[in-house]
């Protein structure tokens, strides 16, 4: 079984250019989340798709965008890349919209650095 | 303040001891607590998850929650070489009607043979 699948698994890009990383699924879970993870800030919360067609804020929004494609997909775009977005960054699902006690299940990561 | 603070370590023991790992929130609205295990240039895997006080066992884990103290345990008995990794304490509760999952910083777990 797949699960959550994340790519690129590491990439390198100059300040002010422009990326996305695609995230996919097959489990068949309704919610989707974009996480970041820095050291000693433990995960954060970027952008999450409580279901397809629906997307909101999380905790660290500003200079990323996301796309719920479908069900299976949830993608994150940077549009123009800063040091200050170097980071592991990891997409996650979990099966039930709205749910009370969010399961999350997570891909192996994306290791980006922004010179 | 964070809302969830958990010692990084590194904490480093001798396979077969007894690991007690540790976190403490503030946010009384916290339901549910759980632990996820995350190995090296790997994604967070979910472990324990409890709701209540009290204790769950699950195999050589066990996750204690106190609510009255604000604090989480996950104890893991009889360590082996392949428990290390960081251990991650989480807990949601609804914030706007999403149910917000926060997450610590991870504690980095060493079991030497």
């Known amino acids: 079984n797949a699960g959550v699948t994340q790519t690129p698994k590491f990439q390198v890009l100059k300040t002010g250019q422009s990326m996305t990383l695609q995230c996919a699924q097959d489990m068949n879970h309704n919610s989707m989340y974009w996480y970041r993870q820095d050291p000693g800030m433990g995960l954060r919360l970027i952008y999450y798709s409580a279901s397809e067609g629906t997307t909101d804020k999380g905790e660290v929004p500003n200079g990323y965008n996301v796309s719920r494609l479908n069900k299976r997909e949830f993608s994150l775009r940077l549009e123009s890349a800063a040091p200050s977005q170097t980071s592991v960054y990891f997409c996650a699902s979990s099966p039930q919209a709205g749910a009370t006690n969010e399961k999350l299940f997570f891909g192996s990561g994306t290791q980006l650095s922004v010179l | 303040q964070k809302e969830v603070e958990q010692d990084p370590g590194p904490l480093s023991v001798p396979e077969g001891a007894i690991v007690s790992l540790n976190c403490t929130y503030s946010?009384?609205?916290?339901?549910?607590f759980m632990w996820y295990r995350q190995y090296s240039r790997k994604g967070p895997e979910l472990l324990m998850y409890?709701?209540?006080?009290g204790n769950k066992e699950d195999g050589r884990f066990t996750a204690q929650v106190d609510k009255s103290s604000k604090y989480i345990s996950l104890f893991i008995r009889d360590s082996q070489p392949s428990d290390s990794a960081t251990y991650l304490c989480a807990m949601s509760g609804n914030s706007g009607g999403y149910q917000k999952v926060t997450f610590g910083i991870g504690t980095k777990l060493q079991v030497i043979p």
């Open positions: 946010n009384s609205a916290f339901q549910y």
């Open positions: 409890t709701y209540s006080s």
